[in-house]
Nanobody, 116 residues
Framework: QVQLVESGGGLMQAGGSLRLSCAAS????????MNWYRQAPGKERELVAS???????NAAASVKGRFTISRDIAKNTVYLQMNSLKPEDTAVYYC??????????WGQGTQVTVSS
């Protein structure tokens, strides 16, 4: 099992920045990719950004150039640096881990609210 604890959400004005963190514990040696998803009210959960064990990153078109995903393997932590925030970025952000055995784990979610 892998346990995930997110932090860093909150309320921010449009144009501001926030950094989310997700610390993994447990069977961290089994972790392959680490991802950030988000879910806005009334919408489906969507993939925001991902990073593989080799450091390859990808981001949704809606956040490219504004959000950056990074990973500290020694700390078993993944970060999401969010700059130039927009009201449409308001959502619950979830940390997600895909293990080498294809098991998937989710954090509890952290609320990000961007005011206009």
């Amino acid at each position: 099992q892998v346990q995930l604890v997110e932090s860093g959400g909150g309320l921010m004005q449009a144009g501001g920045s926030l950094r989310l963190s997700c610390a993994a514990s447990g069977r961290t040696f089994s972790i392959n990719a680490m991802n950030w998803y988000r879910q806005a009210p009334g919408k489906e959960r969507e993939l925001v950004a991902s990073i593989t064990s080799g450091g390859v990153t990808n981001a949704a078109a809606s956040v490219k150039g504004r959000f950056t995903i990074s990973r500290d393997i020694a700390k078993n932590t993944v970060y999401l640096q969010m700059n130039s925030l927009k009201p449409e970025d308001t959502a619950v952000y979830y940390c997600n881990v895909l293990a080498w055995d294809f098991r998937e784990y989710w954090g509890q979610g952290t609320q990000v609210t961007v005011s206009s």
